[in-house]
């Protein structure tokens, strides 16, 4: 069975440009996570989405940062603009109800250096 | 306050050798407890839960003290191949709240 995909797996832009991450769940997933990781730090959750309805986002920047999970399987994660404090990698989990909502696989991330 | 601390080690240990550490929680109402592994610029990977009567899976113990609010992981008989950063996990309603996790190298 395929893991969680994510793309690209590093990108380089300069401050102020639009960046744009995309990842593809396990399939038969109905839960998917966007986290940010800085490095020395633990995975924080900017967005939780079941199916394609966005059930937590409070710790999303909504002024510069944007998601979307059309039909409820792929995602896309925004930043426009990006900050220098945008620099860190950009995770997607997946999870499934069954047998256990709490395991969480994660995609190999994206690496972003804002410059 | 954070949510999660860990001690960020690194803890440096020969083949063979014992390893053990903690993490604390702070939210009391947390309802599921795990330790994820990650590999240096690599994903988090489960490595196991963590139930209140404790709980083994091959060379790795993991317990579980709810009225101290800590968990801690214990390595027996460690490998190089356990080299990684464990990352303690509470979970509230499915939100996953991760520690800064602790590095351990294990030297030949």
């Known amino acids: 069975e395929a893991g969680v995909v994510q793309s690209p797996r590093y990108k380089i832009i300069e401050k102020k440009q639009p960046v744009a991450f995309w990842c593809n769940p396990i399939?038969?997933?109905?839960?998917l996570y966007w986290y940010r990781q800085n490095l020395g730090q633990g995975p924080e959750l900017l967005i939780r989405?079941?199916?394609?309805?966005?059930?937590?986002d409070s710790q999303l920047p909504k002024d510069r940062f944007s998601a979307e999970r059309l039909k409820g399987v792929d995602s896309t994660l925004k930043i426009q603009p990006a900050e220098l404090g945008d620099s860190a990698v950009y995770l997607c989990?997946?999870?499934?109800?069954?047998?256990?909502?709490?395991?969480?696989?994660f995609g190999p991330g994206t690496r972003l250096t804002v410059l | 306050r954070k949510e999660v601390e860990q001690d960020p080690g690194p803890f440096n240990v020969p083949e063979g050798a014992t390893v053990a550490f903690n993490c604390t929680y702070s939210?009391?109402?947390?309802?599921?407890f795990f330790w994820y592994r990650q590999d240096c610029r690599k994903e988090p990977k489960l490595l196991m839960s963590?139930?209140?009567s404790g709980n083994e899976d091959g060379r790795f113990t993991a317990q579980l003290n709810r009225a101290s609010q800590y968990i801690s992981l214990l390595i027996r008989d460690s490998k190089l191949s356990d080299s990684a950063t464990y990352l303690c996990?509470?979970?509230?309603?499915?939100?996953?709240?991760f520690g800064a996790g602790t590095t351990v190298t294990v030297r030949a």
């Open positions: 399939s038969g997933h109905n839960t």
């Open positions: 963590v139930y209140s």
């Open positions: 989990a997946s999870s499934n109800r069954a047998p256990n909502p709490d395991t969480q696989y």
């Open positions: 989405y079941e199916n394609e309805e966005a059930v937590d």
């Open positions: 996990v509470v979970s509230n309603d499915y939100k996953l709240s």
């Open positions: 939210n009391s109402a947390s309802q599921s």
